[in-house]
C-alpha cells in the first residue's frame, strides 16, 4: 500500500524559510521521480519541483527559482523541499508527487498535503 508521510507545514512571517519532508513507503521509492506541487486557495494545482529517481536531475518552476532545492534520500526513501525567502503568494497546500513509467505503463501517487502559511 503507497503510504506518504508529509511534515514541515506550518506558519511562517514574510521572508523566512520552511523545509518539507515526504517519508514514502509501498513502491520502489528509488523508481520515481518526485515533484512537489502546491494548490492555493481559488487556483489550480501547479507542479513547484522536481528531482529525478537518482538525484541528479532537479526542475523548478520560475517563482520559486532561487528560492527553493529539492534533494531526496533514497536510503531514507524520502523527499525534501527547503524554501526560503516566503512571500505570503507561497500560502498553499504542498503535494509530494511520485511518478514513473514501467512496462509502458504510468504510475502516479500523490501525499495528503501539508499546509504552508506565509503570513506577518
Known amino acids: 500500500q503507497v503510504q506518504f508521510v508529509e511534515s514541515g507545514g506550518g506558519l511562517v512571517q514574510p521572508g523566512g524559510s520552511l523545509r518539507l519532508s515526504c517519508a514514502a513507503s509501498g513502491f520502489t521509492f528509488s523508481s520515481y521521480a518526485m515533484s512537489w506541487y502546491r494548490q492555493a486557495p481559488g487556483k489550480e494545482r501547479e507542479l513547484v519541483a522536481t528531482?529525478?529517481?537518482?538525484?541528479?536531475?532537479?526542475k523548478y518552476a520560475d517563482s520559486m527559482k532561487g528560492r527553493c532545492t529539492i534533494s531526496r534520500d533514497n536510503a531514507e526513501n524520502t523527499v525534501y523541499l527547503q524554501m526560503n525567502s516566503l512571500k505570503p503568494d507561497d500560502t498553499a497546500v504542498y503535494y509530494c508527487?511520485?511518478?514513473?513509467?514501467?512496462?509502458?505503463?504510468?504510475?502516479?501517487?500523490w501525499g495528503q498535503g501539508t499546509q504552508v502559511t506565509v503570513s506577518s
Open positions: 508527487n511520485a511518478r514513473a513509467t514501467m512496462f509502458g505503463y504510468e504510475y502516479n501517487y
Open positions: 528531482i529525478t529517481s537518482a538525484g541528479g536531475g532537479t
